[in-house]
């Protein structure tokens, strides 16, 4: 059976501040058989466009996804809130497209098109997960990364209390409504640390980059790590903390 062809979709805000969440999903895929192409045409999938009006501009962006991304078997994203942009917003944008239809969240990948929840994955750290909104509630991934977080070697997996609330990210939210997005982060955050974790994981970076940066300003030691680097990490090619 041929390898899969599988599109990479880093998207915007990956490929932009944590280009290792990339190259982690192109390394895991491969690892697993599939044949990984970046092409080099993506851009934005155009949700902060059309969360705040700019519905013409988030047309256009749907529309030239669904042109660089044609022909794959399937497109993988790293981040359930793009993957749910292009999968339940683009058609209403653009019309219907294979390329909307083919994207997949990464763990949702793994386990629903691949049927893998072992990935030969190694991480011997304590680690609490945050089901990101957008993966719950708009692609209902359920527990997918929790089975795949699970089969990691070395792993301790503790439960988050009050997991499924939101960190009060939100994109332009946190923008828009700081002093609600803060009094919910620091929720968020007060959950975390009594996990006693080490990690803290998610499938957005854009999450992990709102709870780590108030993690951060803590001085708490807690790390934010994305679900594709915990599942890249072998013995062989250990997880780098960055200090």
Known sequence: MPAPRVGLFATCLTDTFYPSTARAVLRLLERLGCDVDFPMDQTCCGQMHYNTGYREEARSLASKYAGVFAGYDAI??????????????????????DAFARTYELSEFLVDVLGVTDVGAYF???????????????????????????????????????????????????????????????????????????VLCAGDN????????????????????????????????????TP
Not at 152 to 160: M, P, T, Y
Not at 207 to 226: A, D, F, K, P, W
């Open 206 to 241: 854009s999450c992990l980059m709102h709870i780590g940066g108030g993690l951060s300003r803590l001085r708490t030691g807690v790390r934010t790590v994305h679900l594709a680097e915990i599942l890249a990490s072998t013995e062989e090619e250990p997880w780098a903390a």
């Open 124 to 198: 011997p750290h304590r680690v609490t997960y945050h089901p990101t909104c957008h993966s719950l509630r708009m692609l209902g991934v359920g527990d997918k990364p929790l089975q795949l977080l699970r089969s990691v070697r070395g792993l301790d997996l503790v439960e988050l209390p009050e997991a499924e609330t939101c960190c009060g990210f939100g994109g332009t939210f946190a923008v828009k409504n700081a002093d609600t997005s803060t009094a919910m982060l620091g929720d968020k955050m007060r959950c975390v640390l009594n996990t006693g974790a080490e």
């Open 76 to 97: 993988v994203a790293p981040s359930g809130s793009c993957g749910g942009m292009v999968r339940e917003i683009h058609p209403e944008l653009h019309g219907s497209s």
